[in-house]
């Protein structure tokens, strides 16, 4: 029985993690209002180490629309500029020698309607790595059936990550419906 609750707890976990993820896929996607997370996973050489950019720049936002990247030290400039225009976020930065800054534009409709289906699809990823898990769970509790596990453990066991697996269901469909509202919200 406690490897069962083992199993149940590794479940739970690695579905809280997938639901995380899911979570900092949809951070990355903008919905028109500047957000210091849509830098994140942008990197800049610093001494000679790729550093993410959060570890070589203050970033911070002055209003909805205007990003402020502030560099540690002025020489990074460059180097920002470039990561920010090879990147795939659409920006383009101005810099005053001292801050860059990101003006993020209004989006138009069709726009909005393609980070909706980016978000769908976001987010059926993230279901499909919960029920991976929810697969992967039961496969590991039928080994234990044959090794001697009561059947009716196993029963629950399912049972269990049944239920773990609809409640996070459930929460990446909110996600997606709340991402989707902030979206769609002109």
């Given at each position: 029985m406690e490897?069962?609750?083992m199993f149940l707890d590794e479940a739970k976990e690695l579905m809280d993690k997938a639901l995380k993820h899911t979570g900092i896929e949809f951070n990355k996607i903008r919905a028109g209002k500047a957000n210091p997370s849509m830098l994140d996973g942008l990197t800049v050489e610093y001494y000679g180490i790729t550093t993410p950019l959060n570890q070589a720049a203050t970033v911070?936002?002055?209003d909805a629309r205007t990003i402020i990247i502030r560099p540690f030290e002025k020489k990074l400039i460059p180097d920002i500029e470039r990561a920010i225009i090879n990147s795939d976020l659409?920006?383009?930065p101005q810099s005053d020698g001292e801050v860059i800054r990101l003006v993020v534009?209004?989006?138009?409709?069709?726009?909005?309607?393609?980070?909706v289906k980016q978000v769908?699809?976001?987010g059926e990823a993230g279901?499909?790595?919960i029920r991976s898990i929810r697969k992967e769970t039961n496969e590991e509790l039928r080994k234990l059936q044959k090794e001697g596990a009561s059947e009716d453990d196993i029963k629950r066991a399912e049972e269990k990550v049944q239920q773990?697996?609809?409640?996070?269901s459930q929460k990446v469909d909110q996600m997606i419906a709340d991402k989707e509202k902030e979206i769609m919200t002109v």
């Open positions: 490897e069962i609750n911070n936002t002055t659409g920006l383009n534009p209004p989006m138009t409709e069709d726009r909005r309607r393609d980070l769908k699809n976001e279901k499909v790595s773990l697996t609809d409640s996070h």
